[in-house]
């Protein structure tokens, strides 16, 4: 019975603490202890790159929006490395003049982008998915902190247009950038996206091209003693998925690469107690809510009737599974990828993880 009580008090605590507590406590001492990034209005050359694996439908929207950047066209390279693909992707981005395709055999996206690098000669590199769109200072905003000799990587702001339609991943992302303005505020952030974000060149790293950048660059950067930022100025846009559904599907395929980065990445290596708290706050133990959350309901069930606190616990988590299925858009969102973490763990550890992947659906 001791263990039971310690294996749920544990369990709760530690959803508490990564949903609720860590992000309030980040904020307090970001407010307490902020570290500055210098910025200047500068014009460095841009290696702008675009990884793209079937895009036919956007590829053009991507490239005209690119090319109506306010930042000099003599300062930037507009560049699309394509994942093999096999539709008219780089048909049509080779009709855009000005705009470089790089043709690459199938191995995955970051391997695309690591093929760009090698080809291009900016001193920043920046790179976005195909489906996003920028503001048109989203350029000049994001690579603004690299006047600041300390900073490595800069991560820009994903904005989910029409976010209040079927799917709750708007509030989710405003959820997700209060913690990444205040991480960054102390230091570092732990994370980035794939839309918006821009690495020194004398700083990348080709990680494993399973990993991919949004999750271990930032990481990388601090073990390396180097800063990676958040410019909430720098903005992007993109659809949300259509459903909760769809969604949960592109958290699954997203959670098994975060998997094998936790357990093959070395993440804990070489960095401050603060950012290591911050990696097992916001990441770690994220990734492990799902299990978290099956502990937490085998022991509530399992301490029925020895204390009003199991009951109560019981209560709120079928409460919550039951709002999922009737519907309730957020707590629907936020059961399927809580689920989303324990069969991205399982498909891991059953078949690990490729390289390559497929297009998303609903975001285009």
């Not at 097992?280 to 509530?300: C, N, P, Q």
């Amino acid at each position: 019975m001791a263990a039971l009580r310690i294996l749920f008090f544990a369990s709760l605590l530690l959803l508490a603490w990564t949903h609720v507590l860590y992000p309030l406590f980040a904020a307090l001492l970001a407010r307490a202890l902020p570290r500055r990034v210098e910025q200047a209005d500068i014009e460095p050359t841009v290696a702008v790159i675009v990884t793209a694996y079937n895009e036919e439908d956007v590829i053009a929207r991507r490239l005209e929006n690119l090319l109506e950047l306010d930042y000099p066209a003599g300062q930037r390279q507009i560049v699309v490395t394509s994942d093999a693909s096999t539709d008219r992707t780089e048909e049509i981005a080779l009709s855009f003049d000005g705009v470089q395709v790089i043709s690459n055999p199938r191995g995955g996206k970051v391997a695309a982008q690591n093929a760009a690098v090698r080809q291009t000669e900016g001193e920043i590199l920046a790179f976005s998915d195909a489906n996003a769109t920028w503001s048109p200072d989203a350029l000049r905003k994001l690579v603004r902190s690299f006047a600041d000799p300390d900073v490595a990587y800069v991560c820009g702001r994903l904005n989910i247009l029409d976010a209040e339609g079927s799917n709750q991943e708007g509030v989710y992302w405003r959820y997700e950038m209060i913690q990444r303005s205040a991480e960054s505020t102390l230091g570092s952030v732990t994370g980035g996206n794939g839309s918006i974000y821009a690495v020194r060149r004398a700083d990348y790293v080709e990680v494993d091209p399973r990993f991919g950048h949004d999750l271990s660059l930032p990481y990388v950067m601090v073990q390396r003693g180097r800063r990676a930022v958040y410019d909430p100025d720098a903005r992007a846009w993109e659809k949300p998925t259509p459903t909760n559904e769809t969604e949960y599907r592109r958290k699954v395929r997203m959670f098994e690469h975060c998997w094998l980065i936790v357990l093959r990445g070395k993440m804990l290596r070489r960095l401050g107690p603060l950012y290591t708290l911050e990696i097992i706050s916001h990441r770690l133990l994220r990734y492990g809510s799902g299990m978290l959350h099956v502990v937490l309901l085998a022991t509530s069930i399992a301490l029925i009737a020895h204390g009003w606190i199991y009951d109560v616990v019981l209560a709120g988590q079928l409460g919550l599974a039951a709002a999922a299925v009737a519907g309730v858009r957020i707590a629907r969102y936020y059961t399927l990828v809580t689920l989303a973490t324990i069969v991205a763990l399982w498909n891991y550890v059953r078949r690990g993880v490729p390289a390559t992947w497929e297009l998303a659906e609903g975001p285009r």
